[in-house]
């Protein structure tokens, strides 16, 4: 039986595929499993026993991802799984930036009760006349599930269209589109595109990458929208740039005191993702890593461990050891296991920065005796016997 707990509402189709196993409990210090959207986690206080974390969604700025890492707590995201709806809302912000569709709105809103509206309506149109967005060149940073849909659809919708990513996946390439042109340089994206969006996660090499002297470098009346964190934005040198008409309009879904109400900003309330089609895609991949976590040791999707997977055991025992990544690691836990009479039949070890996994499968159970042998090795974050 496991335990788990949420800690902001999750979509019933993701929850309903937890079997009988799993026990829902209301406090996190009875968890052995953690789903999430949004709560900040980063003031609370871990238990020892908690194995994992899934995101709902992509972004873990509110998950403290070293900390977990440090309690042998995965933690899990879900990219891909709300690609499709920020999509959408890209194509709505080029529209928006595009067209004064907001301000022709308003004007009609004006009008009630006015019979002539519809006259009126004739000469009043000139004001908020725009422009198409075929033909315009689109410059796409960052090429991962959103980017690579923004991409292609940007080609059927007639632009032209430059993708930047120095670390596209393979997965990334084979969905990109022959249509779009992968350029080596940043810099000829801020060069030459009519629109730029950016599609890069938050990290410290990526913040505020959208500075002055990337502004500078941009065509004039440039539109550039921002649906993946308001910090890779400058947002002080952007409002500068938007008053002296270097920058056309700044569209982004993250309101903040700098830009709510700014001049040529527009400004969604971060619903890039709240369609019931994401909210549901989600929970059911965060659910899925769950299970596969804590039925079968399965890593796919973490954000602070190294992916690792060996399938559904079918050997006696399974071990999944969470350690720091340093030398001789691996000898220290066979040489434990030997002295068991425990025989590896299968084994696989991955490491990503600091952190490393193994998952072990053994042709004789694991005594609680082996288990906390191995516990004690220094740099072991924690060890579960998955069967």
């Not at 982004?252 to 527009?266: H, K, L, Q, R």
Request: glycine content about 8%; some cysteine; aromatic content about 4%.
């Amino acid at each position: 039986m496991f335990n788990y707990t949420c800690l902001n509402p999750i979509a019933n189709v993701g929850l309903d595929l937890l079997t009988d196993d799993y026990k829902k409990v209301d406090d996190l210090k009875d968890a052995q499993a953690v789903l999430v959207r949004s709560a900040a986690m980063h003031d609370l206080e871990l238990p020892k026993d908690l194995c994992a974390v899934a995101r709902a969604g992509a972004g873990v700025n509110n998950i403290p991802l070293d900390k977990c890492a440090e309690n042998g707590t995965v933690v899990f995201n879900t990219p891909g799984a709300n690609a499709n709806g920020v999509k959408e809302l890209v194509f709505a912000g080029m529209l928006l930036a595009s067209r004064d569709i907001t301000g022709g709105i308003d004007w009609v809103k004006g009008q009630i009760g006015v019979e002539t509206v519809a006259k009126d309506a004739e000469k009043a149109k000139k004001a908020f006349a725009g422009t198409e967005i075929a033909g315009k060149k689109l410059g796409v940073i960052g090429l991962g599930a959103i980017g690579v849909l923004v991409a292609n659809a940007a080609t059927h919708l007639g632009m032209e269209v430059l993708g930047y990513d120095p670390y596209i996946s393979v997965n990334a390439a084979w969905n990109l589109s022959r249509s779009v042109k992968h350029v080596n340089s940043v810099e000829e994206i801020y060069k030459e595109c009519d629109f730029i969006t950016v599609h890069v996660p938050l990290l410290d090499s990526t913040k505020k990458m959208i500075n002055k002297e990337a502004i500078d470098m941009m065509k004039d009346t440039v539109v550039v929208l921002n649906y993946a964190r308001d910090l890779l934005v400058d947002e002080e040198a952007m409002l500068e740039a938007l008053k002296a008409g270097k920058v056309r309009k700044y569209v982004s879904d993250f309101p903040n005191p700098t830009t709510a109400g700014a001049e040529g900003v527009i400004l969604t309330p971060h619903i890039g993702a709240s369609t019931e089609e994401s909210e549901d895609n989600c929970a059911v991949m965060a659910v899925n890593e769950i299970r596969d976590f804590m039925e079968n040791g399965n890593i796919t999707h973490s954000v602070n461990f190294p992916d690792c997977s060996m399938g559904v055991c079918q050997a006696a025992g399974r071990l999944l050891l969470l350690h720091k990544n340093v030398k001789g690691m691996i000898s220290q836990y066979t040489t434990i296991l030997g002295d068991a009479g425990i025989n590896i039949s299968d084994m696989t070890n991955k490491s990503r920065g600091d952190y490393a996994c193994a998952l072990i499968d053994v042709d004789a159970p694991i005594t609680d005796e082996v288990a906390a042998k191995l516990n004690e090795i220094e740099d072991v974050l924690k060890v579960r016997v998955i069967k």
